[in-house]
């Protein structure tokens, strides 16, 4: 392990790294505005205008505009949604597009997608294409998160203080109280929001989890944390608490016993750029761990952490901001589906 004085000096990208989750809410801001500009101006019926069988992407748009890129066709929803977010509205009404249920694999992508992961339409497409088989195609566009901190629901704690405890309690009125948000996660249970291209068979699923859990937890939230998550009021460059917690539902799907699909995660290199050998080295040590079930291996992730965050950040933001776990408190949450991930350690060791 490299100590302390051995350790380069930290570029902008690397003392990014630890509070990505603020550049992250900046740029989804833009994600919230365009959507919210959909539901609030768009009145026409959604047509996917999917001729059957292939993969269709489609990415939303505000209405009379067009896809950012030619290979996405602009979606446009109706209004009249359940409420949820904007963007989860719009997926749920393109899951019930009886023209969708005719693709062999479709997605609704984010009006910054291209941005948010280096990637175009056309070489989506092409990652797709190259990898068949799978019923769910996700990204993660800050790996920067899956070394540095616990799990999924960890990061937004430095611009969200009460983001953690507004999770617990939603996921407690939705009947997933054992959703492990204080155990260490694996690398395939980090996605970001809605960079997901999926089968009909996923998605009828996954949506009917989603409605479900959210139907529940709007029936067995208090009043105050109701107030909280569905009536906080916009704040440009910051993403709310109900979007955070939307964005990492996939993570829970994916830890489900009966969700038996098979995963892809897409590489992205151009966010994979902003890794310097540390982080790489933080993100390998932690998923061995995992995929070994050492927890020799996940306390000398602890330790290189620390020494890595004191080094980039200080002692006084670790303190702030980064939860403290003791050796007995090493606990594991790993994907139970079958996930195909080109950056971790294989989990055959770990999945039942």
Request: glycine share 6%.
């Amino acid at each position: 392990m490299p100590s302390q004085k051995k350790m380069t000096s930290p570029s902008a990208a690397q003392k990014a790294a630890p509070v990505v989750a603020k550049k992250t809410a900046a740029k989804s801001a833009v994600n919230t505005k365009a959507t919210a500009n959909v539901k609030a101006n768009v009145k026409v019926k959604p047509k996917a205008q999917a001729t059957g069988g292939g993969i269709q992407l489609l990415q939303l748009t505000a209405k009379g505009q067009k896809s950012s890129d030619p290979s996405f066709k602009a979606y446009q929803p109706s209004p009249g949604g359940m409420g949820l977010s904007e963007i989860l509205d719009a997926l749920c009404m393109a899951q019930r597009d009886p023209a969708l249920q005719k693709c062999t694999a479709w997605g609704l992508l984010t009006p910054d997608f291209t941005k948010r992961t280096g990637l175009s339409g056309k070489g989506l497409r092409t990652v797709i294409e190259s990898n068949p088989g799978f019923d769910l195609y996700y990204a993660s566009a800050h790996p920067e998160l899956e070394a540095i901190y616990h799990n999924p629901w960890r990061s937004p704690q430095v611009t969200h203080p009460e983001f953690v405890a507004l999770s617990r309690q939603f996921l407690k009125a939705a009947g997933l109280s054992d959703v492990p948000l204080d155990s260490i996660g694996h690398s395939s249970l980090f996605a970001t929001g809605h960079l997901m291209v999926a089968s009909p068979d996923f998605w009828a699923k996954y949506v009917g989890f989603v409605e479900t859990i959210f139907s529940q937890a709007q029936k067995n939230l208090s009043q105050t944390d109701k107030d909280k998550l569905f009536k906080e009021p916009f704040a440009p460059g910051r993403m709310s608490h109900l979007a955070l917690i939307v964005a990492r539902l996939l993570s829970v799907f994916l830890m489900l016993k009966n969700s038996k699909f098979r995963a892809f995660k897409i590489p992205l290199p151009e966010q994979e750029k902003t890794m310097n050998t540390h982080l790489r080295f933080l993100r390998e040590l932690k998923d061995l761990g995992l995929a070994q079930k050492s927890k020799w291996h996940l306390a000398a992730w602890v330790n290189y952490r620390g020494l890595y965050l004191a080094h980039v950040m200080g002692k006084a933001w670790i303190i702030q901001h980064i939860q403290n776990i003791s050796p007995t408190d090493l606990h594991a949450a790993v994907p139970i589906t079958e996930v195909q991930n080109p950056y971790n350690t294989p989990l055959a060791a770990v999945r039942t």
